[in-house]
């Protein structure tokens, strides 16, 4: 009797075990499945993400002045240089400016800019509707971290080294994908915040002729010395370095020459 209940006592346990382990793997694969379904849940967005880029060229007759008033706007705006070069030539000199201008002062600035009483050159101003793209990236981030959380409720409940060691996998690549989702947002709200502006200030040089500068005949002729005297060293080098040759055309010189004699004295011999 005792050994009768024994053995129900042990299937009992076995089959509550064995249903336990087939809750938690099903549990694990819908996590994984709804991981790469990625179920979504649409956040709201209050307001579209645009992305406001644009270039301006202006012309003007005194640069320095044109660049602090430039400087002066960009301060007055809240922006700042992203890049600033500097150009020089014989006909032109200007200035190439990459500027970010928080977007509520885009206009604004460009306004100010071209009214400024310089020359427009150009100017193209581009907006980008990127409100989709940022809902879905926000979508995405949602999922993922909902993944993650159940992701970390099922680790509670492992209990084999395999089970623990597949959750720890999975839970590594979506804290991944989480990082790479959020620096894009990032990237995305700044671009949204701030908009771009390449921005060119140039100013003409009067037209003056330079004739290209020549050196001295004293030099010139220094300098052809030193040439020829350099030229007849490689050329000796040279021959030093063919000695392998000389050698076998010496030789073959010898030989066919030695060559000839005999043949001239035959001749007068036959005769």
Excluded at 122 to 147: F, Q
Excluded at 202 to 211: D, I
Aim: glycine residues 4%.
């Amino acid at each position: 009797m005792k050994k009768t209940l024994y053995l129900l006592l042990v299937i009992l346990i076995t089959i509550s075990c064995s249903h336990k382990e087939k809750e938690f793997n099903c549990e694990v694969t819908a996590m994984s499945n709804l991981s790469k379904a990625e179920v979504r849940e649409t956040p709201e967005i209050n307001k579209k993400k645009i992305i406001k880029d644009g270039r301006l060229g202006l012309q003007t007759t005194n640069l320095e002045n044109a660049k602090k008033q430039i400087d002066s706007l960009v301060k007055k705006v809240n922006g700042y240089y992203s890049k600033e070069d500097l150009r020089n030539s014989d006909n032109e000199s200007g200035y190439d400016l990459t500027i970010r201008i928080p977007v509520v002062n885009f206009e604004k600035f460009i306004y100010s800019a071209e009214t400024g009483g310089n020359k427009v050159l150009y100017k193209e101003i581009s907006a980008r509707d990127v409100t989709e793209e940022y809902v879905d990236l926000e979508t995405r981030l949602s999922s993922k971290r909902s993944s993650l959380a159940r992701y970390n409720e099922i680790m509670k409940k492992a209990n084999s080294v395999k089970d623990i060691v597949a959750i720890e996998d999975a839970i590594r690549k979506l804290q991944e994908e989480i990082e790479s989702t959020e620096g894009k947002l990032r990237y995305l709200n700044d671009c949204v915040d701030y908009s771009t502006l390449n921005l060119t200030i140039s100013t003409e040089k009067e037209f003056s002729y330079k004739p290209p500068k020549r050196e001295s005949f004293f030099e010139k002729f220094k300098q052809s010395i030193f040439d020829g005297w350099f030229a007849l060293i490689d050329f000796i080098l040279a021959l030093f370095g063919m000695w392998p040759f000389l050698i076998i055309v010496t030789a073959l010189y010898f030989l066919i020459r030695k060559w000839f004699r005999k043949r001239r004295l035959r001749k007068q011999q036959s005769k």
